[in-house]
């Protein structure tokens, strides 16, 4: 079974710079996460969907960061523009549904805003 | 809102040794607790998940417990070795995961 795909692997932009990551989810799972975790802490929830529709992005900082799951499989998050704190690993993951389910995690995009 | 603590923030241990990774929640209204491993530059590897209903769950040499009326589980790892260093996470879960900081873990030969 594939696992949660991610691209980048890696970014480098200047602040002010716009930059988009793409997930790709396990085949069939309707939930999809992205987290954001900043060096040395824990992974924090930016927005949750469940098929296309958003559950949770109270966390999302929408005046810069966009997040779309067209036809509820693929999901990109944008961020446009970038600022020096936005530098951080983004995390996508994916779980079948519902809240008991075993959620599975890509290997994540490093952004290092400059 | 859902808060996780981990205990101790970092470990050093020699190889072989039997060491518990402790974990705290302040919502117990929780489906499910999941243990993760993150390797440097890596993603999250899942270890573990424990239903709510559950009290442990176990996959080789690692258990873990769950206690959901006091918000705590323990990841038990048996026998150390030198490739369990990483840093080791928990979540809970609701309809979402919650993460604390983790515990860096370093096991030396």
């Known amino acids: 079974e594939a696992g949660v795909a991610q691209s980048p692997r890696y970014k480098i932009i200047e602040k002010r710079q716009s930059v988009a990551f793409w997930c790709n989810p396990i085949?069939?799972?309707?939930?999809l996460y992205w987290y954001q975790q900043i060096l040395g802490q824990g992974p924090k929830l930016l927005i949750q969907?469940?098929?296309?529709?958003?559950?949770?992005d109270s966390q999302l900082p929408k005046d810069r960061f966009s997040a779309e799951r067209l036809k509820g499989v693929d999901s990109t998050l944008k961020i446009q523009p970038a600022k020096l704190e936005d530098s951080a690993v983004y995390l996508c993951?994916?779980?079948f549904g519902g809240g008991s389910t075993e959620a599975f995690f890509g290997q994540g995009t490093r952004l290092t805003v400059v | 809102k859902q808060e996780v603590t981990q205990i101790p923030a970092a470990l050093s241990v020699p190889e072989g040794e039997n060491l518990v990774l402790n974990c705290s929640f302040t919502?117990?209204?929780?489906?499910?607790l999941q243990w993760f491993r993150q390797d440097p530059g890596k993603g999250l590897t899942s270890l573990l998940l424990i239903q709510s209903s559950q009290r442990e769950q176990t996959s080789g040499r690692l258990n873990a417990s769950l206690d959901k009326s006091s918000g705590r589980s323990t990841l038990y790892i048996a026998a150390s070795q030198p490739g369990d260093s990483a840093t080791y996470l928990c979540?809970?879960?609701?309809?979402?995961?919650?993460f604390g900081t983790g515990t860096r873990l370093q096991v030396t030969l």
């Open positions: 085949s069939g799972h309707a939930t």
């Open positions: 993951a994916s779980s």
């Open positions: 979540a809970p879960g609701e309809s979402k995961l919650t």
């Open positions: 969907f469940q098929n296309n529709g958003v559950v949770d």
């Open positions: 919502d117990s209204a929780i489906y499910n």
